[in-house]
C-alpha cells in the first residue's frame, strides 16, 4: 500500500544526550528499560497512522501494529536493543575519558612544582582526552606561563574561552599573554590582537580591574591617550589597593602635561597602597620630578627622603637623586650631599651595575668634586 507522508506531526519527546550520540524518537530516555514500541515510535499521523523513524529512512504501518508479535516487531526490538547498548556504550566511553584527563590533571598538578615540561605533557593528553574541560586548559595555560611561552598560553585560552566563554579570567590571562608577545613583536597588528580578549573580559565581568589596566596599555601603544587615560583610571577605580595601576596613569598625565593631575594620582595611590608594595615606592621616585617642575624644592626633597626611607636598599639612584638634590639647594646642604653621593658611588659605580648608571656615575664625580670632596 502506497503511503502519502504529507501532514506528519512531530510529538514532543524528551531527549537524552550521551555525550554527541542521541537517541532519537523515544517517549522516554532510551536505555535501559524502554520497550522497541516505545523507542521507534515517535511520529504520528493526523488520520491514525503511525511512522518511525530508524535512521535508515522512513517506514509507515497502520495503527494498531504496535500488538502484532512478528518479524516487523523482533526486527524493531533488534533496532531498539542497537540503539540503547550504542548509547550505553558511549556514555561509558565518554565518563571514562572524562575521569581519565581529571586524574591526569591531578598528577600534572604535583609534576609541576618539580617538572613543568613533563606536567605540560600530561596537561596535554588531559585535554585531548577531554576536550570540553575548560578547566584543565586553563591549569595547561598557566603551566605555559610560568615558562612564559606566551604564544602557548595565548592559544590555549583561546580554546578554553570557546568552551566557556563567561569565565572573564580565561580572557584575561589571554590578553594578558598577548600583550606579552605584542610588546616582543612591536607590531601594531599584535596590539590590535590583545584588544579583543580585554574588550570580552570587561564584557564578562565589568568590575575586572586587571583588564582595565592592561587594556590601557594597548590602547596607549595604538596612540590613543584618551582611551589609554579612561582605562587606566577605571583600574584603579575598580581597585585602588593595587599599587603598579598608578605609575602608568601618573606617567601619562606627566607626558601630556598635566602636573596637577599626575600630582593628584601619584599622592592618592600613596595614601591607600601598602608601604611593603613596591609600586609604592616607585610613587615616590615620580612625585618627586613633579615637585621639581612646580619649582618645589622642599616638596621634592621631601619625597625623595620618604623613599630613600622606604625603598632605598633596592634603588641606588634614589641615593643620587637625593644627593645631586641637596647639593643644588642654596645654599647646597654639603655634608648630606656628599653622603649620599658617595653612598651611590660605592653601591652602584663600583660594582656590576656600573654601566647601568653610567651617567649618574659621571656626574657623581663633578658634584663630589664641586663640593669639595674626594671619592
Not at 214 to 233: C, H, K
Not at 239 to 250: D, E, H, N, T
Request: with cysteine; net charge neutral.
Amino acid at each position: 500500500m502506497a503511503l502519502d507522508f504529507q501532514g506528519l506531526v512531530r510529538l514532543d519527546f524528551p531527549r537524552f544526550n550521551a555525550c554527541s550520540y542521541r537517541v532519537r524518537g523515544c517517549s522516554r530516555p532510551c536505555l535501559l528499560g524502554c520497550s522497541a514500541m516505545d523507542c521507534l515510535m515517535g511520529w504520528r499521523r493526523a488520520d491514525g497512522l503511525d511512522a518511525m523513524d530508524h535512521g535508515l529512512g522512513w517506514t509507515a504501518m497502520p495503527t494498531g501494529t504496535r500488538g502484532l508479535k512478528g518479524d516487523w516487531t523482533m526486527k524493531l526490538g533488534t533496532l531498539c536493543v542497537g540503539f540503547t547498548l550504542a548509547a550505553a556504550l558511549s556514555i561509558t566511553g565518554c565518563s571514562r575519558r572524562a575521569i581519565e584527563a581529571v586524574n591526569l590533571a591531578n598528577e600534572a598538578d604535583q609534576q609541576k612544582k618539580v617538572d613543568v615540561e613533563g606536567a605540560i605533557a600530561k596537561y596535554e593528553q588531559a585535554v585531548q582526552l577531554d576536550p570540553t574541560n575548560h578547566r584543565i586548559m586553563f591549569k595547561l595555560a598557566t603551566a605555559y606561563k610560568k615558562k612564559e611561552v606566551w604564544e602557548k598560553v595565548a592559544s590555549t585560552l583561546a580554546r578554553a574561552t570557546q568552551v566557556s566563554p563567561k569565565f572573564a579570567t580565561y580572557w584575561y590571562e589571554r590578553g594578558y599573554a598577548l600583550v606579552q608577545v605584542a610588546e616582543k613583536a612591536k607590531s601594531r597588528s599584535a596590539w590590535e590582537e590583545a584588544k579583543d580578549p580585554l574588550l570580552k573580559c570587561i564584557e564578562a565581568d565589568p568590575n575586572y580591574a586587571e583588564c582595565y589596566h592592561e587594556l590601557g596599555t594597548v590602547m596607549l601603544f595604538l596612540d590613543s591617550e584618551q582611551d589609554a587615560l579612561d582605562n587606566f583610571t577605571k583600574a584603579v577605580q575598580h581597585r585602588p589597593s593595587i599599587g603598579y595601576f598608578y605609575p602608568p596613569l601618573a606617567d601619562l598625565y606627566q607626558r601630556l602635561d598635566y602636573w596637577d593631575q599626575a600630582e593628584g594620582v601619584l599622592k592618592g595611590g600613596i595614601d591607600v597602597v601598602k608601604d611593603d608594595d613596591k609600586a609604592k615606592v616607585v610613587m615616590y621616585q615620580m612625585l618627586a620630578p613633579v615637585y621639581q617642575q612646580k619649582n618645589n624644592m622642599d616638596a621634592m626633597i621631601q619625597t625623595l627622603e620618604a623613599a630613600n626611607k622606604l625603598g632605598g636598599a633596592e634603588h641606588p639612584e634614589i641615593l643620587f637623586n637625593l644627593g645631586s638634590s641637596y647639593a643644588k639647594l642654596n645654599p647646597p646642604k654639603k655634608t648630606q650631599a656628599l653622603q649620599m653621593l658617595k653612598n651611590f658611588f660605592a653601591r652602584a659605580c663600583k660594582s656590576g651595575k656600573s654601566e647601568k648608571y653610567k651617567e649618574q656615575c659621571e656626574q657623581t664625580n663633578a658634584l663630589i668634586a664641586q663640593l669639595g670632596g674626594n671619592i
